[in-house]
T-cell receptor, first 111, second 113 residues
Framework: KQEVTQIPAALSVPEGENLVLNCSFT??????LQWFRQDPGKGLTSLLL?????REQTSGRLNASLDKSSGRSTLYIAASQPGDSATYLC??????????FGTGTSLTVIP | ETGVTQSPTHLIKTRGQQVTLRCSSQ?????VSWYQQALGQGPQFIFQ???????GRGNFPPRFSGLQFPNYSSELNVNALELDDSALYLC????????????FGPGTRLLVL
């Protein structure tokens, strides 16, 4: 069974700082990996999707990398802003048909 | 193009009761997945429906059941509610099963007393 772990569980940084969120997974036979953002009490917003054949994806200040062989992904956020405060979830899709989620990293950006 | 919608937004039930949650998928999407998210946890996959057929199930008991309709909207039914069923229930739609970007609804918050 796929296990997804996210480190750290919580992170607090001053505005403007660059930061890295980590995600690891136990089964490297993935179809894709997706990073989501979740605001308190809300649904999930997709940030970046990386196919298993890709190494990274970029969107604005966000960059996600994937190292399938080592079972790791990172989400890099440049020049953090208070509006980036949220929980960030990593999810992997196996070659089957479901996502396995980590427990998330709660990010607070201090103005 | 409309997004994924869920109803109701909040619900309070007592142990032993039954509940039905509803999801309207994004326009053009034929696959709906349901997730349970307990407080402080990541979402856990319940099941997926593709073209009105169940297409995969997570580690949830049979009292969790679902339906998908010809317009691809979906229902999640939970019988014999337990306290541990209290959670945020999320549905996500996508085009086809191969798990391209999933679009999530805002969720239904269920509290079981």
């Amino acid at each position: 069974k796929q296990e997804v772990t996210q480190i750290p569980a919580a992170l607090s940084v001053p505005e403007g700082e660059n930061l890295v969120l980590n995600c690891s997974f136990t089964d490297s036979a993935i179809y894709n990996l997706q990073w989501f953002r979740q605001d308190p009490g809300k649904g999930l917003t997709s940030l970046l999707l990386i196919q298993s054949s890709q190494r990274e994806q970029t969107s604005g200040r966000l960059n996600a990398s994937l190292d399938k062989s080592s079972g790791r992904s990172t989400l890099y956020i440049a020049a953090s802003q208070p509006g980036d405060s949220a929980t960030y979830l990593c999810a992997v899709a196996n070659t089957g048909n479901q996502f396995y989620f980590g427990t998330g990293t709660s990010l607070t950006v201090i103005p | 193009e409309t997004g994924v919608t869920q109803s109701p937004t909040h619900l309070i039930k007592t142990r032993g009761q039954q509940v039905t949650l509803r999801c309207s998928s994004q326009s053009g999407h034929n696959t709906v997945s349901w997730y349970q998210q307990a407080l402080g946890q990541g979402p856990q996959f319940i099941f997926q429906y593709y073209r009105e057929e169940e297409n995969g199930r997570g580690n949830f008991p049979p009292r969790f059941s679902g339906l998908q309709f010809p317009n691809y909207s979906s229902e999640l039914n939970v019988n014999a509610l337990e306290l541990d069923d209290s959670a945020l229930y999320l549905c996500a739609s996508s085009w086809e099963v191969r798990q391209e970007t999933q679009y999530f609804g805002p969720g239904t918050r269920l509290l079981v007393l």
